[in-house]
């Protein structure tokens, strides 16, 4: 598994020395660090109703609020608003074919998911389309769950 860090074609900010790896399990790894997406449907998180803050699932930075959550039928959780203004970074990704524009962690630069500006049904018209696997949850008693 030497190489599996290449194995997606691209690279986040993941270098040997940055200790990603180690800290974190693989799936996980494979998504925060190397931009794979889960499976849609899947996700620990997607139907997740409670109240609370979800987190980076690298660093713990605070990203979005559940009262932004909603269901969008996509299969990935999705929100339609960040906890702050400057919580993640956006930045294109032309990648696959496609013209996207890919959610990262303003704090450790992990790769979260996309934003896409089809839901009208939200305030913003905005969709964070967010891999479960990028997250943890932390309700409002301070239980955290992995996503
Ligand atoms: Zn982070």
């Known amino acids: 598994m030497k190489n599996s860090r290449h194995r997606k074609g691209r690279t986040l900010n993941d270098n040997p020395g940055d200790g ?23 996700g620990k998180l997607l139907h ?28 990935w959780p999705s929100f339609y608003d960040v906890v702050a203004g400057r919580a993640v970074d956006l930045r294109p990704d ?5 013209r996207r524009t890919e959610v990262i ?25 967010i891999n479960s696997l990028a997250l943890s949850f932390r309700d409002e008693q301070n239980n955290v769950t992995e996503g």
Do not use: I
């Not at 713990?60 to 269901?71: I, P, Q, T, V, W």
């Not at 032309?94 to 496609?98: F, I, Q, T, Y």
């Not at 962690?105 to 089809?118: I, Q």
């Open 48 to 75: 997740n109703k409670d109240e609370g803050v979800y987190l980076c699932g690298a660093c713990n930075a605070e990203l979005f609020r559940s009262e932004h959550k909603f269901d969008s039928e996509s299969g």
């Open 20 to 42: 990603w790896r180690d800290k974190l399990p693989e799936m996980k790894y494979s998504v925060l660090r190397e931009g794979a997406t889960e499976r849609p449907f899947t």
């Open 105 to 129: 962690c303003r704090s450790c630069r992990s790769h979260l998911g996309h934003l896409f500006e089809d839901a009208p049904q939200t305030p913003t018209n905005m969709r964070y389309c």
């Open 94 to 98: 032309n990648s696959h074919g496609m």
